[in-house]
């Protein structure tokens, strides 16, 4: 054979997270999902007669207390695996508080600098919670600015913006792997009616939705998915296809945008509901002197719209079950949402909302 051989060439690029360094960081955040991967299923007691059962999915169980301890978890994956993530990187996040109180935790579990930018707004707690796990946090005026800022921050400290709003929905395997809807469907797997006729989760990134919405059409169920977006979102607008207005983005911490995120996939939702702010503070509050649950603002969302979707199977003499998420505790928003005098000053009236609420606890008939 004529001609000159091929020329052999042999790159080794320096500067690349060391292999030990990431097979040890992923090794300890395995190690964590199989201490808590799982949370509890609950029955919520419902009037005698019923032939509707509502169940909340504690997520305020995991050891940074939300539903944003699995998203983190997964983001963090989602970056080593990539390459992206080094023993030295500092890790930035812009996020409304839970989902940065969880990436701070797994930061400092692999000792790594974490920023979070957050809207200014947000709740002391949370920021106290970030903090004590050895984040920090950089404050901005309005939540629209969050992005912007978290991208600039990790080109000046040559770190990596784990951009939760895109990632979410593609850092989590919704086949299965003890994702949230694979631990649904276990726990209601011996319940009266085991597969649900309605699934209720708020959209903050889109992540869960996208997760449970895939999950449900990989294996067959018949439940649908219902997600519930507060005001001054633009999910709701434009899950309807049309234009969102300006928004000011929303005043329940967690869920809701000022933007339809990448990570929001609405081929997979069956149905949006809106819930007035105040009705979410309503049923926030409603669940606690009804159940003893103490969760926050996002939870009064699901629940709110839960109960809806239960007095209209009802109505319907649909036989069935609704499941739902608690999102975190409640003593997160003990300065804010859990304040009468706080609430009073944001101008939200809760009064129609209790009546609507008391109205279907009691009958199972939707006055709303």
Same mark, same amino acid.
């Given at each position: 054979?004529?001609?000159?051989?091929?020329?052999?060439?042999?790159?080794?690029?320096?500067?690349?997270?060391?292999?030990?360094?990431?097979?040890?960081?992923?090794r300890r955040l395995q190690a964590d999902a199989n201490r808590s991967a799982d949370t509890h299923l609950i029955a919520v007691p419902l009037p005698a007669g019923w032939e509707v059962d509502l169940y909340l999915k504690d997520e305020s169980t995991h050891p940074t207390g939300s539903l944003k301890h699995r998203l983190a978890r997964s983001l963090f994956l989602y970056a080593l695996c990539n390459g992206a993530i080094g023993p030295d990187t500092?890790?930035?996040?812009?996020?409304?508080?839970?989902?940065?109180?969880?990436?701070?935790?797994?930061?400092?579990?692999?000792?790594?600098?974490?920023?979070?930018?957050?809207?200014?707004?947000?709740?002391?707690?949370?920021?106290?919670?970030?903090?004590?796990?050895?984040?920090?946090?950089?404050?901005?005026?309005?939540?629209?600015?969050?992005?912007?800022?978290?991208?600039?921050?990790?080109?000046?400290?040559?770190?990596?913006?784990?951009?939760?709003?895109?990632?979410?929905?593609?850092?989590?395997?919704?086949?299965?792997?003890?994702?949230?809807?694979?631990?649904?469907?276990?726990?209601?797997?011996?319940?009266?009616?085991?597969?649900?006729?309605?699934?209720?989760?708020?959209?903050?990134?889109?992540?869960?939705?996208?997760?449970?919405?895939?999950?449900?059409? =990989?294996? %067959?169920? /018949?439940?649908?998915?219902?997600?519930?977006?507060?005001?001054?979102?633009? +999910?709701? !607008? #434009?899950?309807? @296809?049309?234009?969102?207005?300006? =928004?000011? %983005?929303? /005043?329940?911490?967690?869920?809701?945008?000022?933007?339809?995120?990448?990570? +929001?996939? !609405? #081929?997979?939702? @069956?149905?949006?509901?809106?819930?007035?702010?105040?009705?979410?503070?309503?049923?926030?509050?409603?669940?606690?002197?009804?159940?003893?649950?103490?969760? #926050?603002?996002?939870?009064?969302?699901?629940?709110?719209?839960?109960?809806?979707?239960?007095?209209?199977?009802?109505?319907?003499?649909?036989?069935?079950?609704?499941?739902?998420?608690?999102?975190?505790?409640?003593?997160?928003?003990?300065?804010?949402?859990?304040?009468?005098?706080?609430?009073?000053?944001?101008?939200?009236?809760?009064?129609?909302?209790?009546?609507?609420?008391?109205?279907?606890?009691?009958?199972?008939?939707?006055?709303?």
């Amino acid at each position: 054979m004529s001609g000159h051989p091929l020329p052999v060439t042999d790159v080794t690029v320096t500067g690349r997270p060391d292999r030990a360094w990431v097979d040890e960081a992923v090794r300890r955040l395995q190690a964590d999902a199989n201490r808590s991967a799982d949370t509890h299923l609950i029955a919520v007691p419902l009037p005698a007669g019923w032939e509707v059962d509502l169940y909340l999915k504690d997520e305020s169980t995991h050891p940074t207390g939300s539903l944003k301890h699995r998203l983190a978890r997964s983001l963090f994956l989602y970056a080593l695996c990539n390459g992206a993530i080094g023993p030295d990187t500092t890790v930035i996040e812009a996020s409304s508080g839970s989902t940065a109180v969880s990436e701070a935790y797994f930061a400092r579990m692999l000792g790594l600098p974490f920023i979070a930018v957050m809207a200014r707004s947000t709740t002391p707690e949370k920021i106290a919670l970030i903090e004590r796990e050895g984040g920090r946090c950089h404050l901005v005026e309005h939540s629209g600015e969050v992005y912007d800022v978290a991208r600039r921050l990790a080109e000046e400290k040559g770190g990596v913006y784990l951009d939760q709003f895109t990632h979410a929905e593609r850092a989590t395997d919704w086949r299965g792997n003890n994702n949230i809807a694979e631990s649904i469907y276990a726990q209601m797997a011996l319940e009266r009616h085991p597969v649900p006729e309605w699934v209720v989760v708020g959209a903050g990134t889109g992540g869960t939705s996208a997760t449970i919405g895939r999950y449900v059409r =990989l294996k %067959g169920h /018949r439940s649908r998915l219902c997600v519930v977006d507060p005001e001054g979102s633009a +999910f709701l !607008p #434009g899950y309807a @296809d049309r234009e969102a207005p300006t =928004l000011h %983005g929303s /005043r329940i911490e967690g869920i809701g945008r000022t933007r339809v995120e990448p990570s +929001f996939i !609405p #081929g997979v939702v @069956d149905r949006m509901i809106g819930v007035p702010d105040a009705a979410s503070i309503a049923a926030m509050h409603h669940l606690k002197e009804q159940t003893g649950l103490d969760a #926050g603002a996002s939870t009064g969302t699901n629940l709110y719209a839960a109960l809806r979707l239960a007095c209209e199977m009802r109505a319907e003499g649909v036989k069935g079950s609704v499941v739902t998420l608690l999102c975190d505790p409640g003593r997160r928003y003990a300065e804010t949402y859990g304040d009468p005098a706080w609430v009073g000053t944001q101008g939200w009236d809760l009064a129609p909302y209790q009546e609507v609420l008391t109205r279907a606890w009691r009958d199972g008939i939707w006055t709303g």
